[in-house]
């Protein structure tokens, strides 16, 4: 299996990175060779900083890391066509499982990125590669970078060591400093089709087929929430639930308490996101400090400050995920109103909640594709206001009460 297979929906894609790939491995051969030791980037289709934008669900961080995967290829017997990125070669694999000393895949689960964090990468990206061919920094969230930590990757970017590679992720160009994407070569991903997702659920997860299509459908080829939905029960109950909000806003008694319900929604998606990994960071910690097991122990002195700091970033980690849980929660619910315009515009459009058929009907009937336009329109204000960091539930309500009143 060659490392562009989960690469989902993306020839274009995978094709202008394999030519890359090779390329690189040219290089290389060449400067080993030389005896130089150096790999400067420059002509052909391979160079030192790529920029991966898509919508969400495209697979940008899963392209990144193939072809970080590729880069890193030692395999003597390349993959079809002649390619590095076989998937078997100790290169591939390392890398694909986050182990190889010289990938750094970077990913927050905090709202930004700051610029210590940055600077470390920086000082990271002019080592020399330890053993690989490449020094590859992964970022996955680049659009999260802070304005002051963009000045300083933009140094980074601007003049790379010879043999280090910047890969960096976005949902859109906008998204980046104009003077970072500048310098980078673009590389933009489509939204998968449904059954190329419902297909690698299947295959690469185990997921039976008709669930794997269902979710795939369901969310319209997003990868990531389309596996959650297949793979967690509670994620699917909290989805079932957002998509009869559109029933419930009849009176201003429901659409608030619709609103406080998807509040508490988010609350709980992140809840449960805390339980599975702050106990485990937690104990780690509390390991590493030296305290002794069991959760009676005192922590040696001097070292409260330590787990004060993970409490501290345990609580951004949950504020994020709470303000991604309720994202994701207006993105079912414009679906649901997406369905809802397709069906009075009689559109071939395929519906992406047929579990939903006798609902969507009810809505349909009762108003017209102008009041539809309508709710979506309030259901993106919503979310921009939630970016502007407004109160959720006063955006919420606000919303809730424009999809009765629209």
Not at 8 to 31: I, M, N
Not at 77 to 89: N, T
Not at 97 to 118: F, M, P
Not at 318 to 335: E, F, I, N, P
């Amino acid at each position: 299996m060659a490392v562009w297979d989960d690469v989902v929906g993306q020839d274009r894609v995978t094709e202008q990175l394999s030519a890359a790939a090779r390329d690189a491995d040219a290089l290389v051969t060449a400067a080993e060779s030389a005896a130089s030791g150096a790999a400067a980037v420059g002509g052909g289709s391979m160079t030192h900083a790529w920029l991966f934008t898509g919508p969400p669900g495209s697979g940008r961080a899963d392209a990144a890391r193939a072809f970080a995967a590729a880069l890193q290829c030692v395999s003597p017997d390349k993959a079809v066509g002649g390619a590095p990125g076989c998937g078997f070669c100790d290169g591939c694999h390392t890398t694909l499982v986050g182990t190889h000393a010289d990938v750094e895949i970077v990913r927050t689960d905090q709202l930004s990125i700051g610029v210590k964090e940055t600077r470390d990468l920086v000082r990271r990206a002019q080592l020399s590669p330890a053993g690989g061919r490449w020094q590859v920094i992964v970022l996955e969230d680049a659009d999260r970078l802070t304005e002051g930590a963009g000045n300083v990757l933009l140094k980074a970017v601007e003049e790379p060591a010879p043999r280090t590679v910047w890969l960096l992720c976005a949902p859109s160009l906008e998204d980046v400093l104009p003077t970072i994407r500048s310098r980078c070569r673009l590389l933009t991903l489509r939204t998968p089709p449904v059954a190329a997702v419902a297909e690698i659920l299947a295959r690469r997860d185990g997921i039976e087929s008709e669930l794997a299509a269902r979710m795939a459908r369901a969310t319209q080829g997003h990868i990531g929430r389309a596996r959650r939905l297949a793979t967690d029960e509670r994620a699917r109950a909290r989805r079932a639930a957002v998509l009869k909000l559109p029933l419930r806003v009849d009176d201003v008694g429901g659409c608030l308490k619709a609103a406080q319900e998807l509040i508490d929604a988010a609350a709980e998606d992140a809840k449960q996101v805390a339980e599975e990994v702050d106990a485990k960071e937690t104990e780690e910690l509390r390991a590493a400090l030296g305290a002794a097991a069991g959760t009676g122990s005192r922590l040696p002195r001097g070292t409260a400050g330590a787990m004060k700091e993970l409490q501290d970033r345990q609580k951004r980690r949950s504020t994020r995920t709470q303000r991604d849980s309720l994202d994701l929660a207006l993105v079912d619910l414009t679906g649901f109103y997406r369905d809802v315009l397709a069906m009075q515009l009689r559109s071939r459009v395929e519906i992406a909640n047929a579990d939903m058929q006798d609902a969507l009907e009810r809505v349909a009937s009762a108003s017209g594709p102008e009041r539809t336009l309508r709710r979506i329109e309030a259901i993106i204000d919503c979310r921009r206001a939630l970016d502007r960091n407004v109160a959720p539930l006063l955006a919420v309500e606000a919303m809730t009460m424009a999809l009765r009143a629209s």
